[in-house]
């Protein structure tokens, strides 16, 4: 199993970005799929899901209303689009699967993308 | 929401040590619970979900116990190259995860 995140960057508050991770080595579409991020000086935060279909998707409080997740599984990709960014928004963002599609506990991991708010 | 809160946030112990991080959640999760190591730099890697069941490859010497809400995550034999980050994460309710125990090897 291999899970390639991309696109992460420096941003402006106010700003956007989109990540996308790339799934290798197992059956992308039949597993759900989550963001996690790591702000600096704090530990893990989960951020967003999305079922193995994509139509139904989870969000932080924190994040509700900002990011967006979405999947193309015939691509093997999963999105985060991030809009009005805040400092606070940054971190190592990680995707991760889940073992089956219930959004359960996380069994792989992506190394992370890195994410920096600023102006 | 529910709030999972570790203890101690950081250990150093000796190699061959039996090492527990205690993970306590504000609610009940029944045994839906989660373990994870991050070594520095790296991914976060599962080590034992539902509470007690070891994930595929992970040595015995990592232990998990517990349900409801107080759980815990045992090394029995320190080795160094148990150093990082670990962190509890709960699934009973959306997905929280503790702020994490910095396990050092003097």
């Known amino acids: 199993v291999q899970l390639v995140e991309s696109g992460g960057g420096l941003a402006q508050p106010g700003g956007s970005l989109r990540l996308s991770c790339e799934g290798t080595d197992f059956d992308f579409g039949n597993h759900a799929l989550t963001w996690v991020r790591r702000a600096p000086g704090r530990g893990l935060e989960w951020v967003s899901s999305?079922?193995?279909?994509?139509?139904?998707?989870y969000y932080a409080d924190a994040v509700k209303g900002r990011f967006t997740i979405s999947r193309d599984n015939p691509k093997n990709t999963l999105f985060l689009e991030m809009n009005s960014l805040r400092p606070e928004d940054s971190g190592i963002y990680f995707c991760?699967?889940?073992?089956?599609?219930?959004?359960?506990?996380?069994?792989?991991w992506g190394q992370g993308a890195s994410v920096t708010v600023a102006s | 929401d529910i709030q999972l809160t570790q203890s101690p946030s950081s250990l150093s112990a000796s190699v061959g040590d039996r090492v527990t991080i205690t993970c306590r959640a504000t609610?009940?999760?029944?045994?839906?619970l989660a373990w994870y190591q991050q070594k520095p730099g790296k991914a976060p890697k599962l080590l034992i979900s539902?509470?007690?069941t070891l994930d595929h490859g992970v040595p015995p010497r990592f232990r998990g116990r517990g349900s409801g809400t107080e759980f815990s995550l045992t090394i029995d034999s320190l080795q160094a190259e148990d150093v990082g980050l670990y962190y509890c994460?709960?699934?009973?309710?959306?997905?929280?995860f503790g702020q994490g125990t910095t396990v050092e090897v003097q």
């Open positions: 991760a699967k889940s073992p089956v599609d219930i959004i359960a506990y996380f069994d792989s």
């Open positions: 994460q709960q699934y009973q309710s959306s997905w929280t």
């Open positions: 999305v079922s193995r279909t994509g139509r139904t998707t």
């Open positions: 539902k509470a007690s």
């Open positions: 609610q009940t999760v029944s045994n839906w």
